[in-house]
């Protein structure tokens, strides 16, 4: 058995902050502002990116408690021109965590892994920049986080949350230790497609977690793989005997496979509430949602349109929508779902208009080059491009995403914001979408 422990992040442009040294709430017991008491009262809260866990020995541990009365905290610096927080590895973040390593870099910040003294366990803290709106954002975030552990109290679905707490200026969020995202896993597995079964348990956890969270009248909006994590790093090594040509001292011979395969979802910084004023775009590009590309507005059916998209790569292992353009991406979904109903090309958003003429959309006449003609062209319909990475239960999986992948976004809407309406339930599709997996799964349990 081989372990292996992968993250992917994005990189940021930061602004500088002020020099002059705060007091910090970690050392300021009376203080009431939720923005600087975090970690006095006790708040467990959440995180929005992906992170791999490490291990710490018990006698390396107690190595790091033995010396914490010398250590204390590091001297103070400023941050770096792009406004991150600058740390040494072995440092204190605060008292109670001493940094360990780095895992990753973001628009919203850092993740470090550090060890929290007073448990002996490894944790991932998100340090936010110090700019006036990533803490806001932040806080932002904390709310919803905490509204998703009152209710998640199996811890299950979401990213479990230890602690927040304020140090220099910046919010840092402690979380447990999780696995690789689906993606890194993709990427390190050289994009080799999921088995249909583990798809199928993926489905699941994800579509009932997405149930979970309309109910409480919530919108991910940035459902993607790389913010859903395995639980566990472990995987399994196996030949891959569709490369048969391949020797087995070929490192592409063999594919990796997860030991568990346990989710969670994370990133609940762009999370809205359904009755709050919704933000134009939402969304990462290949998982949009047409309602949202044609300015229509948007609710809880753009979280189902990015699970469909999710499964689909998950099953072929690339992005079903490779395109950074609008209307080059209008046009992959009519060929992979068919047109565009009308009553929502007459409807678009003035940003959109140009999207449409005639009443259809403006394809291939719009088109900026052959080159985006030709990717949209070699897109095969949604029943083939399954059909040619699923060999069987191909059906039930088409019959799921044409429920997700369905263009009628105000009929959806009626019903989500209808259903929403009764305390404790759920999108009755949703729940239909979770039934249709475990049918097509009956008598298959994945470890």
């Given at each position: 058995?081989?372990?292996?422990y992968?993250?992917?992040f994005?990189?940021?442009?930061m602004?500088?902050?002020p020099t002059k040294?705060p007091?910090?709430?970690?050392e300021n017991?009376q203080?009431?502002?939720?923005a600087?008491?975090?970690m006095?009262?006790?708040?467990?809260?959440?995180?929005?990116?992906?992170?791999?866990?490490?291990?710490v020995?018990?006698?390396?541990?107690?190595?790091?408690?033995?010396g914490?009365?010398?250590?204390?905290?590091p001297?103070?610096?400023?941050?770096?021109?792009?406004?991150?927080?600058?740390?040494?590895?072995?440092?204190?973040?605060?008292?109670?965590?001493k940094?360990l390593r780095?895992i990753?870099?973001?628009?919203?910040?850092q993740?470090?892994?550090?060890?929290?003294r007073?448990?002996?366990?490894?944790?991932?803290i998100?340090?936010v920049?110090?700019?006036?709106?990533?803490?806001?954002?932040?806080?932002?975030e904390?709310?919803v986080?905490?509204l998703?552990?009152?209710?998640?109290?199996?811890?299950?679905?979401?990213?479990?949350?230890?602690?927040w707490?304020?140090?220099?200026n910046?919010i840092?969020?402690?979380?447990?230790?999780?696995?690789?995202?689906?993606?890194?896993?993709?990427?390190?597995n050289?994009?080799?497609?999921?088995?249909?079964?583990?798809?199928?348990?993926?489905g699941?956890?994800?579509?009932?977690?997405v149930?979970?969270?309309?109910?409480l009248?919530?919108?991910?909006?940035?459902?993607?793989?790389?913010?859903?994590?395995?639980?566990?790093p472990?995987?399994?090594?196996?030949?891959?005997?569709?490369?048969t040509?391949?020797?087995?001292?070929d490192?592409?011979?063999y594919?990796?496979?997860?030991?568990?395969?346990?989710?969670k979802?994370?990133d609940?910084g762009?999370?809205a509430?359904e009755?709050?004023?919704?933000?134009?775009?939402?969304?990462?590009?290949?998982?949009?949602?047409?309602e949202?590309i044609?300015?229509?507005?948007?609710?809880?059916?753009c979280?189902?349109?990015?699970?469909g998209?999710?499964?689909?790569?998950?099953?072929?292992?690339?992005?079903?929508?490779?395109?950074?353009?609008?209307l080059?991406?209008l046009?992959?979904?009519?060929?992979?779902?068919?047109?565009?109903?009308?009553?929502?090309?007459?409807r678009v958003?003035?940003?959109?208009?140009?999207?449409?003429?005639?009443?259809?959309?403006?394809?291939?006449?719009?088109?900026?080059s052959?080159?985006?003609?030709?990717?949209?062209?070699?897109?095969?319909r949604?029943?083939?491009l399954?059909?040619?990475h699923v060999?069987?239960?191909?059906?039930?999986?088409?019959?799921?995403?044409?429920?997700l992948l369905?263009?009628?976004?105000?009929?959806?809407?009626?019903?989500?914001?209808?259903?929403?309406?009764?305390?404790?339930?759920t999108?009755?599709?949703?729940?239909?979408?979770?039934?249709?997996?475990?049918?097509?799964g009956a008598g298959?349990?994945?470890?």
């Amino acid at each position: 058995m081989e372990m292996d422990y992968v993250t992917g992040f994005a990189h940021s442009h930061m602004d500088r902050r002020p020099t002059k040294r705060p007091r910090l709430a970690w050392e300021n017991p009376q203080a009431h502002s939720k923005a600087q008491s975090g970690m006095y009262c006790g708040q467990e809260l959440g995180n929005l990116t992906s992170f791999g866990p490490s291990r710490v020995h018990a006698d390396h541990a107690s190595m790091f408690v033995k010396g914490l009365a010398q250590n204390g905290t590091p001297q103070w610096r400023n941050d770096d021109k792009d406004g991150h927080y600058l740390f040494a590895l072995g440092e204190n973040l605060t008292s109670r965590y001493k940094i360990l390593r780095k895992i990753g870099e973001g628009t919203f910040g850092q993740v470090l892994d550090c060890l929290d003294r007073e448990t002996g366990e490894t944790v991932a803290i998100k340090v936010v920049r110090s700019i006036k709106k990533y803490r806001e954002a932040a806080m932002t975030e904390i709310d919803v986080l905490e509204l998703l552990k009152r209710y998640d109290r199996s811890g299950s679905r979401c990213v479990q949350i230890r602690n927040w707490f304020d140090y220099r200026n910046h919010i840092c969020i402690v979380f447990e230790m999780l696995g690789p995202s689906l993606y890194d896993f993709l990427r390190k597995n050289n994009y080799r497609p999921f088995p249909v079964d583990l798809v199928r348990e993926i489905g699941r956890q994800l579509l009932e977690c997405v149930a979970f969270m309309h109910d409480l009248r919530l919108i991910h909006t940035d459902l993607k793989p790389e913010n859903i994590l395995f639980v566990s790093p472990e995987y399994l090594k196996i030949p891959d005997y569709k490369v048969t040509a391949r020797s087995p001292t070929d490192v592409n011979y063999y594919k990796r496979l997860p030991k568990s395969s346990a989710i969670k979802v994370i990133d609940f910084g762009s999370t809205a509430y359904e009755h709050q004023e919704h933000n134009y775009i939402v969304s990462t590009r290949h998982y949009r949602a047409p309602e949202v590309i044609l300015g229509l507005g948007w609710s809880y059916p753009c979280d189902m349109w990015s699970v469909g998209c999710i499964l689909i790569e998950l099953c072929s292992g690339e992005a079903l929508f490779q395109t950074h353009e609008n209307l080059e991406h209008l046009a992959m979904m009519e060929r992979v779902l068919g047109p565009i109903p009308q009553h929502m090309l007459k409807r678009v958003d003035k940003p959109a208009e140009k999207f449409v003429r005639r009443g259809r959309l403006d394809w291939p006449e719009g088109a900026t080059s052959r080159e985006s003609i030709k990717a949209v062209l070699k897109l095969p319909r949604l029943q083939n491009l399954v059909m040619q990475h699923v060999d069987h239960s191909a059906g039930y999986l088409i019959d799921l995403l044409q429920g997700l992948l369905r263009y009628n976004f105000f009929f959806f809407c009626w019903v989500a914001v209808i259903l929403s309406s009764f305390r404790g339930r759920t999108s009755v599709f949703l729940w239909s979408c979770v039934a249709l997996v475990k049918l097509a799964g009956a008598g298959f349990c994945w470890a």
